[in-house]
């Protein structure tokens, strides 16, 4: 078949299947090369490489010419030009109609595949954070993405392939019509400017913090079945190059992952991961409903579920410890949505599976990410993560009254779980455990009251937290009224002295820590 398309003022004769008699080699990631360049060879197809591969081949007796035997000058300037030659760069941008006769003037070959992947400069400065400048830039491809955007432009005769996961399909594809079609080599071109967009957006990431371009490059992971109303449709995209998160979690049982189920477990892995002594997270409705740290995963569990049993109905649990038989026969006996753990002893996944339809995750629980996105009309916010660590030293005591040192404790335990609570939030805690959540209220009194009766008896001689300063006294009023024995909150406020003066009229301890958490 041929397509023809108008050109300069002809006619231009484009084959559906183009032959491959040559291919050039040169990748990073060598996964499959040598298994893929030794189906090429019983194809008949002429070889090309460069450095590492040809290295690899060589070893494997993969017969093929290095790529200083087609231009005739060797690898120079520590490998930084190899392949940026006429030699190379015709053979690969060359149409084979209108070109041909300057193509046999100057003793060009032509090359039908082009075999590509880069240097992994993401990989590289992402896990050695103390990396040079001078370092990183070492690890920046020219010739690779010069060469597979090249094939790319001209895929109406040349291949580009960058993904180690076509080579089994191209193979496939050889074999049956002895070439590689028009439609394939268009797919495989289209992966070629997504690569090579996403590697230069990483590399001015780089250079930029805050950059004035922001490039994504997001895969379709799934349809879901709707979001969060049966009224609309909703899908799941995946952050490339990303492998990380929820979208990557192993799930051992359960019905696929709603739009819900997604956001109320990434809102409870991103808590739970703010500790390393055994935690327990469950969440309702992006909101944590209750929280607790431990000298044990099981403790942490039961103390979390028990902090407010009515709303943990079908909620998300997230534990930062592997999931014990315990904690399965608990979750078995009542309804829960979602189960995250970083591993599951198999006497749990055997509980669990008596209840088939409850959806069991295992993946790591510590985030790394540094940034966070929210998408508004026309645009999206990128701002960092709140990693802030509020610490014993960073405590002011603003009152008469002193905290005791378990109530230091459960402050900072407080605070480490209300910066995931949605503003105006407030939380009452004692023994490293959440009795009382107040969260997303549109007035702080409302969270106050909110929190305060949620904790009901367990109230007495706990302590309070609050995401922002108090702007009147009326909140301390309301507490005062109550078991809170401290107070923990960031001041600043116009009113500070006034809610200073209420707490010391009641003998409750407040200590200020200088930053506010809030969450929107």
């Not at 398309?5 to 231009?12: A, E, F, L, P």
């Not at 360049?37 to 290295?55: E, M, N, P, Y």
Request: glycine share 6%; aromatic share 6%; hydrophobic share 40%.
């Amino acid at each position: 078949m041929i397509c023809e398309t108008r050109h300069s003022g002809y006619v231009r004769h484009i084959m559906n299947i183009i032959p491959v008699k040559r291919a050039l080699l040169s990748v990073s990631d060598k996964l499959g090369v040598v298994e893929f360049a030794q189906h090429l060879t019983r194809l008949g197809v002429d070889l090309i490489s460069t450095g590492g591969t040809s290295k690899m081949l060589r070893e494997a007796g993969i017969s093929h010419r290095q790529v200083d035997e087609i231009t005739g000058l060797p690898e120079m300037l520590d490998g930084r030009v190899k392949t940026l030659h006429p030699k190379i760069h015709g053979g690969i941008l060359a149409r084979r109609d209108e070109h041909a006769k300057e193509v046999n003037q100057h003793g060009i070959e032509w090359i039908d595949m082009v075999v590509v992947n880069f240097y992994p400069f993401e990989k590289v400065v992402s896990q050695n954070k103390n990396i040079t400048f001078d370092e990183a830039i070492e690890y920046i491809d020219i010739g690779g993405p010069t060469m597979v955007r090249a094939a790319a432009k001209n895929a109406a005769f040349v291949a580009a392939v960058t993904d180690p996961n076509d080579y089994a399909s191209i193979i496939t594809e050889l074999e049956k019509t002895q070439g590689l079609s028009l439609e394939t080599r268009k797919t495989l071109a289209r992966k070629v400017f997504g690569l090579t967009a996403h590697y230069d957006a990483m590399i001015y990431r780089y250079f930029e913090e805050g950059p004035e371009y922001l490039d994504l490059q997001l895969e379709k992971i799934t349809e879901l079945r709707y979001g969060e109303n049966p009224h609309q449709k909703a899908s799941a995209y995946q952050l490339k190059p990303s492998s990380s998160g929820i979208l990557n979690a192993k799930q051992h049982q359960g019905k696929p992952l709603s739009y819900n189920n997604i956001l109320d477990a990434e809102a409870a892995v991103t808590c739970v991961s703010e500790f390393d002594e055994p935690a327990c997270v469950i969440v309702k409705h992006a909101n944590p409903c209750g929280a607790a740290q431990a000298a044990t995963i099981n403790e942490a569990y039961q103390r979390a579920y028990e902090a407010d049993s009515l709303s943990a109905f079908g909620g998300i649990v997230a534990l930062n410890k592997p999931c014990t038989k315990e904690i399965a026969a608990s979750i078995t006996s009542i309804f829960m949505e979602v189960v995250i753990a970083p591993a599951y002893t198999q006497e749990a996944l055997s509980l669990f599976s008596a209840k088939p339809n409850l959806r069991i995750l295992e993946m790591p629980v510590k985030q790394n990410e540094a940034w966070e996105m929210k998408y508004i009309t026309g645009g999206l916010l990128l701002q960092e993560k709140d990693t802030q660590i509020i610490t014993v030293h960073d405590l002011k005591v603003v009152t008469h009254a002193q905290p005791k040192p378990e109530e230091l404790d459960a402050m900072l335990f407080a605070w480490r779980v209300l910066k995931h609570i949605k503003s105006n939030g407030i939380l009452i805690a004692k023994h490293n455990t959440t009795i009382g959540i107040g969260a997303g209220q549109v007035s702080r009194i409302d969270a106050v009251d909110l929190a305060i009766r949620k904790a009901k008896q367990n109230i007495q001689d706990s302590i309070l937290a609050s995401d922002a300063f108090f702007p009147f006294r009326d909140s301390i009023d309301s507490i005062a009224k109550t078991g809170v024995r401290a107070i923990i909150q960031p001041g600043g406020s116009m009113r500070d002295e006034e809610v200073i003066a209420a707490c010391n009229e009641n003998n409750i301890a407040m200590v200020f820590t200088g930053k506010r958490c809030f969450r929107h």
